[in-house]
T-cell receptor
């Protein structure tokens, strides 16, 4: 069935470096995508979102890029900090509020 | 911003017993809430959509008689794991949207409830 997946299960970066987390999706009809951050033992927390009529959106230290041609999403974190260590999920909104999650990438930030 | 509260945060029960998990929207009303299940080191799997005043909509492969959902008010949804077995041990997370925070389609998640069935 339709799914949202990730290329890299883990990512290790040096503190201060930029991080790039990638995600592939398969439902070409999806028109809304969200990145969530989940810390250990907690529920996911919203980071940034993007609609399919956009290819880039920026937030505070984060940028999401959307390439609809190849069905690819990425999350860029600038100047990665130890507090950014978590699992990051891309998610796909399939209508209303129903949200389907991708596989997730664990980000390790080395001090 | 929107806050979703879950209770209990963790629970241990014996095999064969039933466990109820509550999900509350604290500062907004939610006609729809979503229940997810997460196994260790895995993603969140959508189990069902909880609809206030009507039956829940279950995802394919999720047993509705096993996972009873009740959404009796605009601020409370409950998930009851009936006749729990060790394979039901998991992290259960609920979510809802206030339709305002960061866009109408963004979900706010509870902190999750970790169920361990002995």
């Amino acid at each position: 069935g339709e799914s949202v997946g990730l290329h890299l299960p883990t990512l290790s970066v040096q503190e201060g470096d930029n991080s790039i987390i990638n995600c592939a999706y398969s439902n070409s009809a999806s028109d809304y995508f969200i990145w969530y951050k989940q810390e250990s033992g907690k529920g996911p927390q919203f980071i940034i979102d993007i609609r399919s009529n956009m290819d880039k959106r920026q937030g505070q230290r984060v940028t999401v890029l959307l390439n609809k041609t190849v069905k690819h999403l990425s999350l860029q974190i600038a100047a990665t900090q130890p507090g950014d260590s978590a699992v990051y999920f891309c998610a796909e909104n399939t209508g209303g509020f129903k949200t389907i999650f991708g596989a997730g990438t664990r980000l390790f930030v080395k001090a | 911003g929107a806050v979703v509260s879950q209770h209990p945060s963790w629970v241990i029960c014996k095999s064969g017993t039933s466990v109820k998990i509550e999900c509350r929207s604290l500062d907004f009303q939610a006609t729809t809430m979503f229940w997810y299940r997460q196994f260790p080191k895995q993603s969140l799997m959508l189990m069902a959509t909880s609809n206030e005043g009507s039956k829940a909509t279950y995802e394919q492969g999720v047993e509705k008689d096993k996972f009873l959902i009740n959404h009796a008010s605009l601020t409370l949804s409950t998930l009851t794991v009936t006749s729990a077995h060790p394979e039901d041990s998991s992290f259960y997370i609920c979510s809802a949207s206030d339709g305002i925070t960061s866009g109408a389609n963004v979900l706010t998640f509870g902190a999750g409830s970790r169920l361990t069935v002995l």
